[in-house]
C-alpha cells in the first residue's frame, strides 16, 4: 500500500514537472507564434502601403495560422501548477522569514 502511494506521487511529481516547465519556459507560446507568418506578399503590400503614407497597423497583413489546441485537462494541470508553484513559494518564503527571525 505504501509502494502504491510512492508511485502514484512520483508519478504526478513528474507529470507537474513537465507541465509546470514547459508553462514558465514558454514552449507553447513561442510555438505559437512561430506560426504567425509575414508572408512574401504581404510583405510588399506593407511597403507599397508606408510609401503610399496610409495609416497601416501590422495585425492586417499578420496571417494568424495557430490553433488553440488547450482543453479543460490543459487548463486544470496549468492551473494545478500554478496552485502548487504558489503554494511551495509561500510556504518556503515563509519558512525563511521563520528562519532569519530565529538568527536575528
Same mark, same amino acid.
Given at each position: 500500500?505504501?509502494?502504491?502511494?510512492?508511485?502514484?506521487?512520483?508519478?504526478?511529481?513528474?507529470?507537474?514537472?513537465?507541465?509546470?516547465?514547459?508553462? /514558465?519556459?514558454g514552449?507553447?507560446?513561442? !510555438? &505559437?507564434?512561430?506560426? @504567425?507568418?509575414?508572408t512574401?506578399?504581404?510583405m510588399?503590400? +506593407?511597403?507599397?502601403?508606408?510609401?503610399?503614407?496610409?495609416?497601416v497597423?501590422?495585425?492586417?497583413?499578420?496571417?494568424?495560422?495557430?490553433?488553440?489546441?488547450?482543453?479543460?485537462? /490543459?487548463?486544470?494541470?496549468?492551473?494545478? !501548477? &500554478?496552485l502548487?508553484? @504558489?503554494?511551495?513559494?509561500?510556504?518556503?518564503k515563509?519558512? +525563511?522569514?521563520?528562519?532569519?527571525?530565529?538568527?536575528?
Amino acid at each position: 500500500m505504501k509502494k502504491t502511494f510512492y508511485v502514484v506521487m512520483s508519478i504526478l511529481f513528474i507529470v507537474f514537472i513537465c507541465i509546470f516547465s514547459s508553462s /514558465t519556459s514558454g514552449y507553447y507560446e513561442y !510555438s &505559437n507564434n512561430k506560426k @504567425n507568418t509575414f508572408t512574401e506578399e504581404k510583405m510588399k503590400e +506593407f511597403e507599397k502601403d508606408v510609401e503610399e503614407g496610409k495609416n497601416v497597423n501590422i495585425k492586417d497583413y499578420i496571417e494568424d495560422n495557430s490553433k488553440d489546441y488547450s482543453n479543460k485537462i /490543459t487548463r486544470l494541470g496549468d492551473n494545478i !501548477s &500554478n496552485l502548487v508553484y @504558489n503554494s511551495a513559494n509561500f510556504v518556503l518564503k515563509g519558512g +525563511f522569514k521563520v528562519i532569519e527571525k530565529m538568527l536575528n
